[in-house]
């Protein structure tokens, strides 16, 4: 059994279908309840996911390996694959290239009075002036009230998430998106990985009741109990013809794909947008989260540096807060959950403005 946790854009659809096609693996996508009858209720409990997967290896009498890509976050899935010993891991990208390819793909489902493209939000932006705005520019800036909302989750669930695997997860367990959709060797460690603590799921299963296991006599048509039945060993080579199929696959998320690197995306955002991103770091530990993703390779602008340092960085912060209302409740609501679940705060010192901005 193995779980390969993500928030999102980083080729995790990909990733399972190319395990699917391995003959000792099945891999689910998405998936948080694996019902046995479709009128089953669908639960999203990770324990209760944790032993469906477990059934479904009883039941294919060990000839697989099964595991999901996913679904749920690394915190809340993590605990159950270790009580059973299972193979985890996380799927890491630049958080930049990663929410500009979240953004875009979320813009498609936004409802609002006026639909609009991330170019065409990034363009009013770039156009208008929060504190100086005229009536038409305005109305175009309220127009993009959901996507800033939408900017600042995605950057925070991003970040958070991010932050929690670098602290709680030893090397192996951290997949890097740039190399693993790119480079044959890479994603054969990353395989055997998942394989290995597949094989340690298995030395720690319990095949009860002990003889329950039938099997057809071979002196006559009779069914009797196999007191010797053991598993069998999934084959689970990530061989060069193997790794030959994978990555004639299609491209990567081309429907996401940016060719830009990182910091070119970061410097076609709005200044308002860049600020987000920054606040959002901020709420996430700040100058620690960036050292956290400079060890790991990834570089982030200067700009974020200097907007934690900034002081007017807040204040900048909570104009655009006035300015967007489902903005502040986004902020409301991340604050109330975090103490709610005793989880660090989001420190910008926003909660108890944000509260009476909202009439709480």
């Given at each position: 059994?193995?779980?390969?946790?993500?928030?999102?854009?980083?080729?995790?659809?990909?990733?399972?279908?190319?395990?699917?096609?391995?003959?000792?693996?099945?891999?689910?996508?998405?998936?948080?309840?694996?019902?046995?009858?479709?009128?089953?209720?669908?639960?999203?409990?990770?324990?209760?996911?944790?032993?469906?997967?477990?059934?479904?290896?009883?039941?294919?009498?060990?000839?697989?390996?099964?595991?999901?890509?996913?679904?749920?976050?690394?915190?809340?899935?993590?605990?159950?694959?270790?009580?059973?010993?299972?193979?985890?891991?996380?799927?890491?990208?630049?958080?930049?290239?990663?929410?500009?390819?979240?953004?875009?793909?979320?813009?498609?489902?936004?409802?609002?009075?006026?639909?609009?493209?991330?170019?065409?939000?990034?363009?009013i932006f770039r156009m208008s002036s929060i504190d100086k705005a005229d009536a038409a520019e305005a109305d175009g800036l309220r127009n993009c009230e959901f996507y800033v909302a939408k900017f600042f989750s995605l950057?925070?669930?991003?970040?958070?998430?991010?932050?929690?695997?670098?602290?709680?997860?030893?090397?192996?367990?951290?997949?890097?998106?740039?190399?693993?959709?790119?480079?044959?060797?890479?994603?054969?460690?990353?395989?055997?990985?998942?394989?290995?603590?597949?094989?340690?799921?298995?030395?720690?299963?319990?095949?009860?009741?002990?003889?329950?296991?039938?099997?057809?006599?071979?002196?006559?048509?009779?069914?009797?109990?196999?007191?010797?039945?053991?598993?069998?060993?999934?084959?689970?080579?990530?061989?060069?013809?193997?790794?030959?199929?994978?990555?004639?696959?299609?491209?990567?998320?081309?429907?996401?794909?940016?060719?830009?690197?990182?910091?070119?995306?970061?410097?076609?955002?709005?200044?308002?947008?860049?600020?987000?991103?920054?606040?959002?770091?901020?709420?996430?530990?700040?100058?620690?989260?960036?050292?956290?993703?400079?060890?790991?390779?990834?570089?982030?602008?200067?700009?974020?540096a200097m907007m934690l340092h900034e002081a007017s960085a807040e204040n900048s912060f909570e104009r655009l807060l006035a300015a967007f209302p489902a903005l502040q409740r986004v902020v409301a609501q991340l604050e109330?959950?975090?103490?709610?679940?005793?989880?660090?705060?989001?420190?910008?010192?926003?909660?108890?403005?944000?509260?009476?901005?909202?009439?709480?």
């Amino acid at each position: 059994m193995f779980y390969i946790s993500t928030v999102g854009s980083t080729a995790s659809l990909w990733f399972t279908r190319v395990l699917s096609l391995h003959p000792g693996i099945a891999c689910f996508h998405g998936a948080r309840s694996i019902s046995a009858a479709r009128d089953d209720p669908s639960h999203n409990e990770p324990h209760l996911f944790v032993q469906q997967l477990s059934r479904l290896y009883l039941l294919a009498d060990g000839c697989k390996y099964f595991g999901a890509v996913h679904g749920f976050v690394s915190r809340v899935i993590k605990p159950e694959i270790d009580a059973v010993h299972g193979g985890f891991a996380a799927m890491c990208r630049h958080p930049i290239t990663r929410v500009n390819s979240l953004l875009h793909r979320e813009a498609q489902h936004i409802q609002s009075s006026e639909p609009l493209t991330v170019a065409e939000v990034f363009r009013i932006f770039r156009m208008s002036s929060i504190d100086k705005a005229d009536a038409a520019e305005a109305d175009g800036l309220r127009n993009c009230e959901f996507y800033v909302a939408k900017f600042f989750s995605l950057c925070h669930a991003t970040i958070s998430e991010d932050m929690w695997n670098f602290d709680n997860l030893h090397g192996q367990q951290l997949f890097r998106y740039e190399k693993f959709t790119s480079d044959p060797n890479y994603f054969r460690r990353c395989f055997e990985h998942l394989v290995a603590g597949s094989r340690a799921y298995t030395t720690h299963v319990e095949w009860r009741p002990a003889g329950s296991r039938l099997k057809q006599s071979a002196e006559d048509s009779t069914i009797q109990r196999n007191l010797d039945w053991q598993p069998a060993e999934p084959a689970a080579e990530c061989s060069d013809e193997y790794l030959a199929v994978v990555f004639n696959q299609g491209v990567v998320n081309a429907k996401a794909s940016d060719p830009r690197s990182a910091h070119e995306i970061f410097a076609d955002w709005p200044d308002q947008f860049k600020l987000i991103f920054a606040m959002a770091l901020r709420s996430c530990g700040g100058l620690a989260a960036l050292r956290h993703y400079a060890d790991f390779g990834y570089e982030l602008p200067e700009y974020c540096a200097m907007m934690l340092h900034e002081a007017s960085a807040e204040n900048s912060f909570e104009r655009l807060l006035a300015a967007f209302p489902a903005l502040q409740r986004v902020v409301a609501q991340l604050e109330q959950r975090s103490l709610e679940s005793r989880l660090p705060h989001l420190g910008l010192g926003l909660w108890t403005r944000a509260k009476k901005w909202l009439g709480r």
